[in-house]
């Protein structure tokens, strides 16, 4: 038997690798094979219950690291909430209506004219399903727990007709109704879009000032006079109806440069240096009040503009006179209203001007900023053109810009129910404090909801018309096309006559000869997933209406956040949410949007072949999510350094717990030495600290605390002198089997911690440990357990790891003189101070071993030290070379090395170890 043999080195099965492409593939196929997720629910059948409701991502593309950090934070607090008492499950879900799925197919060569629109929404339809089987078998690779053979998805019959019912409730409290208003119009999608569908660009857009020659001043104004307008859209000159003032205002009529013109009083130094007016003189003053129903006429037209007075006209920019055109604008259109002036919009859905812009018909508006300006050039009416850069709207989807335009519309009404929404926005707990006030203002700011588009694939508006126009939605009809939409998909509307889609016999006095229309338009897509806390929350009896949690990402305040809310509070009169926590955008390493023209873009599927998905899942922990946050290869190697680490620490204990029965073996906290109580302890802390930053889903902390515990706790301080006991004693040895405990103990409450984050990691390790539950993710998370004299204990040990930080300062300053080598080559010699010399007298260890060095002395007191040693405020530090011989077998440098004549090489603590259980060590190799 040779001497190495005798040692306890530890040994296991579990690689040093985790090879997690190919092993995490063969975890999730056995989870799958034995259903775990199922097994998980049974278990928590009866218990509380907490619902966190999945946003539900667009079903076209791969998925993207956005992607990932909202799937995965979901998984983390649903696997967590399951091993903590709670019945937890989760249903994911797809958007899967709207534009882009049209665009994809029209790129792929679909022609759209050459087909029925039933037969266009069926090809968009299988694309759609497409799109979702693909990224759910991304999101399954990654590692996320749900109901996968059972999402939402809302082309399904079922939601489709949810949402009927959803939208008949809003329309019998009267919240729907068709109005012509201006709204955001993407000539780009050839449709209106809401505000959520909305982002800002900066873009270049020519700036002029226009005159308009008055023709009726109301015996104030000349007609040799012209009222001086702004706008940095040329091409609305056209839809001009009126000149807009403010009663308030003190106006100026001015001689400029040999002509006369009106401005506001305030703004006109501001004026006359844009313009390059070089001679002014004020001839007269007068109140805007005193300009309301004068006319003006169109400097291109043969027709005049109205002045009108409104509060909407303010000194910020401008001229104080504001061009006003009721189809390109809200404050137009309204004031318009008041006005009786009537709606003008001529342009198309392209963006293209109609006929009743003459002079610019078959021209798109922007083209026609040019045309309109030197037309107006040439009637003598431009006074000036310059160019400025701002902010403008854009379509979020195609990235190009869109424009206010009067079209009839389908609204829901926001005015009705807005101070209804207010107070359930205050009463739902936002994790982020501030998201509250954002969601609020949104609501107390925000126009009526624009529910209609000009689409093809989409939910359709359940509407008919009568013979003479008028809309009907009666409970009747409403009832009676959801339940043909559950029935058949909402693709009936497009394969049926309207009279098809009545009910049997159906009459109204509106249609005398029982002839009918339906409305062609379809629904606002947010209005789709707006809908889910009744086509998902409240059909399906395990959820729960509201949901405990809503969790997206922070671009969802304008989008599912905010239609959610909306058409809860309009049917039921609570928020969907009883509390929400948003996340910020994925960025790359420098901070900059990920975007495939900059090549900055990192695809998980991809990092998961490389790397493996407890990587990501590792990375999705280790950033605070509720700000932006970055990702690169960079950051992904430094977040697989410390998953390594993790690994090895559980590794290193898993090896050193081979031969431990945790029934048979395990020493019982009282008769555990002080550093091992110690242990405990802070393992105990750990899991406090831990739980906590769970409820608060803070897993940026959890990262850093478990992270800081494998590496300081353990690696540095309880590992790092632990191998002179568990490979040095007797198997079955008092202080081996202590360490053994607390290792045992380290190892199951670690793998239960990390199970919500890295559940494959987590799995394999539990294959080795001797517990009940034959699967982590059905064992429950660890409670903190509270020993006696705790705080006592603790104190005594932080002073005790202050003398440790300077006892290693002293040996590595002793190893940079070339004093020492390895700690295990010095003889420590401690002057303690008072308080260190009762911590020392206090702690029932062996010092010599804490500190890894192979003698220690204490001398004296701190104030009796020579000159050559080390001053320090716990005490005052010499370090010498150990004198003795290196035993063979614990390396320790020691006097009594030689002392058993059995065992010449050997200590008098390894002779006696070896003596007493490994006697054929000692014997020649031939007696052997």
């Given amino acids: ?99 882009p799925i049209e665009q994809a197919l029209t790129n792929k060569g679909v022609k759209r004219k050459e087909m029925t629109v039933a037969e266009f929404r069926k090809k968009c339809e299988e694309y759609a399903w497409e799109q979702v089987n693909k990224q759910r078998e991304d999101f399954k690779r990654l590692g996320v727990a749900g109901e996968w053979d059972h999402p939402y998805v809302t082309l399904q019959p079922e939601y489709e007709e949810a949402q009927i019912r959803v939208f008949g409730k809003m329309a019998e409290k009267g919240y729907i109704y068709k109005g012509l208003k201006p709204i955001y119009w993407s000539p780009s999608s050839e449709s209106a879009l809401a505000e959520a569908e909305i982002e800002y660009k900066d873009v270049k857009s020519p700036s002029i000032y226009v005159a308009f020659k008055v023709v009726d001043g109301k015996g104030v104004l000349d007609t040799d006079t012209s009222l001086v307008i702004w706008t940095t859209t040329p091409w609305t000159i056209p839809s001009n109806l009126g000149i807009s003032v403010n009663a308030l205002y003190d106006y100026v009529v001015v001689l400029a440069d040999g002509k006369k013109f009106v401005v506001a009083k305030d703004l006109l130094e501001t004026v006359q240096n844009a313009i390059g007016w070089e001679s002014v003189e004020v001839l007269s003053e007068l109140k805007g009040s005193e300009m309301e129903y004068m006319t003006a006429q169109h400097p291109l037209y043969e027709r005049t503009s109205l002045v009108m007075v409104g509060d909407h006209v303010t000194l910020d920019a401008g001229t104080g006179l504001v061009h006003t055109a009721p189809g390109h604008g809200d404050d137009d259109f309204i004031i318009g209203q008041k006005y009786k002036l009537g709606v003008l919009s001529p342009i198309d859905d392209r963006g293209v001007f109609t006929d009743e812009a003459p002079g610019f018909e078959g021209v798109f508006y922007d083209k026609g900023n040019k045309l309109i300006t030197e037309a107006l050039d040439e009637k ?31 609204f829901a009404s926001i005015d009705d129910i807005r101070a209804d929404i207010l107070t359930a926005v205050e009463g739902v707990e936002w994790v982020q404090k501030w998201g509250m006030t954002r969601l609020y203002n949104m609501v107390r700011d925000r126009g009526d909801w624009v529910i209609s588009r000009q689409r093809a694939w989409g939910v359709p508006l359940p509407i008919f018309y009568g013979e003479n126009g008028e809309a009907i939605i009666t409970p009747e009809t409403i009832d009676h096309v959801a339940t043909l939409f559950g029935e058949h998909g909402s693709n009936v509307w497009f394969e049926r006559e309207a009279k098809d889609l009545l009910p049997a016999g159906f009459t109204h006095p ?35 209406y509201p949901a405990d949690m809503y969790l997206e990402g922070s671009d969802q305040y304008r989008g599912w956040f905010n239609s959610s809310i909306t058409t809860s509070v309009a049917i039921n009169g609570i928020a969907p949410y009883k509390t929400v926590l948003s996340q910020g955008m994925v960025l790359d390493g420098e901070g900059r949007k990920m975007s495939k023209s900059i090549g900055n873009t990192i695809l998980p599927e991809k990092v998961v072949k490389q790397m493996g998905a407890d990587i990501i899942r590792l990375w999705v922990a280790s950033v605070d999510t509720q700000a932006d946050v970055r990702v690169s290869d960079e950051i992904l190697k430094q977040v697989s350094e410390v998953y390594r680490k993790i690994r090895n620490t559980l590794r290193f204990l898993l090896a050193n717990t081979s031969d431990f029965d945790q029934k048979a ?15 405990m302890i802070r393992l105990n802390q750990l899991v406090g600290k831990v739980e906590e930053s769970y409820e608060k889903y803070e897993f940026s902390t959890i990262y850093q605390l478990i992270n800081n515990f494998c590496t300081v706790d353990l690696s540095q301080f309880y590992l790092d002198f632990a191998k002179d006991v568990v490979y040095i004693e007797a198997a079955d040895a008092y202080e081996r089997r202590a360490m053994q405990t607390v290792f045992y103990e380290v190892l199951v409450t670690l793998t239960k911690l990390l199970t919500p984050i890295l559940p494959h990691t987590a799995e394999e390790v539990w294959d080795f440990l001797n517990e009940e539950e034959d699967y982590v993710q059905l064992a429950e998370m660890p409670e903190v357990t509270h020993y006696p004299n705790e705080e006592e204990l603790v104190d005594m040990w932080e002073a005790f790891m202050d003398l440790r930080n300077d006892v290693q300062k002293a040996l590595e300053e002793a190893r940079n003189e070339k004093k020492i080598g390895k700690s295990f080559e010095a003889k420590l010699v401690l002057y303690p101070n008072e308080q260190t010399k009762a911590l020392i007298a206090a702690l029932d260890s062996n010092l010599a071993q804490l500190f890894i060095v192979s003698d220690l002395e204490v001398k004296g007191m701190k104030e009796t030290a020579p000159e050559n040693a080390l001053q320090f405020d716990s005490a005052a530090i010499l370090i010498e070379k150990a004198e003795g011989e290196t035993c063979e077998r614990c390396r320790g440098v020691k006097h009594d090395v030689g002392s058993h004549s059995d065992a010449p090489n050997l200590c008098d603590r390894c002779a006696t170890i070896v003596e007493e259980h490994y006697p054929a060590a000692l014997l020649p190799e031939e007696a052997e």
């Fill in 1 to 99: 038997m040779k001497m190495k043999e005798t040692l306890q080195l530890g040994k296991t099965d579990f690689p040093m690798r985790g090879n997690l492409p190919t092993r995490e593939v063969e975890w999730q196929k056995n989870w799958e094979t034995v259903d775990i997720y199922a097994q998980r629910q049974k278990l928590n059948e009866g218990k509380p219950s907490f619902v966190l409701h999945d946003g539900p991502p667009y079903a076209n593309g791969n998925i993207h690291m956005g992607h990932a950090l909202n799937k995965i934070s979901k998984d983390i607090i649903i696997r967590h909430k399951s091993m903590s008492g709670f019945r937890s499950p989760y249903v994911p879900g797809w958007d899967t209506h709207g534009l």
């Fill in 380 to 410: 003598g009416a431009l006074l000036k053109l310059d160019f400025f850069t701002h902010s403008y709207p854009h379509d979020w989807r195609t990235k190009k810009p869109v424009i206010f335009r009067a079209t009839p519309q389908w």
């Fill in 510 to 544: 509106s249609s005398p000869n029982g002839e009918f229309t339906k409305e062609n338009d379809i629904m606002d897509v947010w209005f789709d997933s707006g809908s889910s806390h009744q086509a998902v929350l409240a059909a399906r009896p395990y959820l729960t």
């Fill in 665 to 679: 073996d395990a020493v019982d906290y009282n008769n555990l030495r002080s550093v091992d109580k110690y242990l």
